[in-house]
């Protein structure tokens, strides 16, 4: 599935949940003011985002957790109420060579058995910035390259 240049505006519903269309492609989407999620992935889905902004969302911009996967690439992902990007249960996601900026409780958070792909970043902003390994944590093949400018 191919969406290209799609605005999702939901003030009132809940969040963008593509492991509903698992292997969907998403390009230059603008998700906002969403009340969970901008994008929610997870029983093994698969999608690909590529320059989406990914904003002002009432908890964290992107969730992957219950065995998540998917690619996102490029994309600008600030101002959510939580951080920036959420894996944990065992998902294991790509997040490469995104703008990563003003989530109120960080840029990327990784716990609770949660692994991935983590590189060539830019991970910024205002508030704390952390990147966080708890609940006995396995990423593997991370690569931290990103700017911080605080």
Known sequence: MYEKMLQFVSRYSETLWPFLLPQGYFENCDIHNNRIAGFEVKAGA????????IHHGQTGGIYVHENGRGQFLENKIHSNNFAGVWITS???PTIRKNEIYDGHQGGVYVFGEG???IESNNIYGEFILFLAFLCSLYLWWVHFDFGISM
């Open 46 to 53: 698969n999608p690909t985002v590529v320059q989406c902004e």
């Open 115 to 117: 692994r991935g792909l």
């Open 90 to 92: 065992n998902s294991d």
